[in-house]
């Protein structure tokens, strides 16, 4: 099973969008709604952000929003905050066998 | 409070074996999967497996199916990993993560972490 591909980085100016894509195939990203994402501060554990595509945790602001369009799945994040800064996974549901697979990871630099 | 803690950093020799623990608290510990994710010195995260603590159900990721063992003590709530003839490139931190799965095959995502434990094989 392959990691879901994402940009290496990106990054925005306090207040600006930026969008972040996760691109899968049709056996992952494109076939399931179960695309999740987790933002990671240096030396932390990863914390989720969006589930099942679009949904917001409680107590994650509204700046942070989750689509999906065919295999690739994106999270954009309006309103850039300083501590918006990290790295930023997909994870999708990839079958009965493998589960669950890993995105390669976004720096997002504000 | 959902609670998943991590045993200590650990350091080992080549070829040595190790066990590394996850004790959750706060929920009923049979409702929710526990998954295993590595992530290596400077590198993105990596899934290693996930298991049921009901039925001790597990599914290993490709890539480290035979590599790693997981597996649950439900009496004491804690899931454990082992990681059998250790070599450099198993330095690493190792995270567990509380998964959501609806009905026992389609997994959602990870809501609650570990705090981290780290691996350092070295001679």
């Known amino acids: 099973q392959s990691a879901l591909t994402q940009p290496p980085s990106a990054s925005g100016s306090p207040g600006q969008s930026v969008s972040i894509s996760c691109t899968g195939t049709s056996s992952d990203v494109g076939d399931y709604k179960y695309v999740s994402w987790y933002q990671q501060h240096p030396g932390k554990a990863p914390k989720l952000i969006i589930y099942e595509v679009n949904k917001r945790p409680s107590g994650v602001p509204d700046r942070f929003s989750g689509s999906k369009s065919g295999n690739t799945a994106s999270l954009t994040v309006s309103g850039l905050q300083a501590e918006d800064e990290g790295d930023y996974y997909c994870i999708s549901y990839a079958g009965s066998n493998a589960f669950g697979v890993f995105g390669t990871g976004t720096r997002v630099t504000v | 409070e959902v609670l998943l803690v991590q045993s200590g950093a650990e350091v080992r020799q080549p070829g040595k074996s190790l066990k590394i623990s996850c004790k959750a608290s706060g929920y009923s510990f049979t409702n929710y999967w526990i998954a295993w994710v590595r992530q290596m010195p400077g590198k993105g995260l990596e899934w290693m497996g996930i298991?049921?603590?009901?039925?001790?159900?597990?599914r290993y990721s490709p890539s480290f199916q035979g590599q790693v063992s997981i597996s649950v003590d439900k009496s004491i709530t804690t899931a454990y990993l082992q990681l059998n003839s250790l070599k450099a490139s198993d330095t690493a931190m190792y995270f567990c993560a509380r998964g959501l799965v609806w009905f026992g095959e389609l997994f959602s995502h990870f809501d609650y972490w570990g705090q981290g434990t780290l691996v350092t094989v070295s001679a």
């Open positions: 298991i049921d603590p009901g039925d001790s159900d597990t």
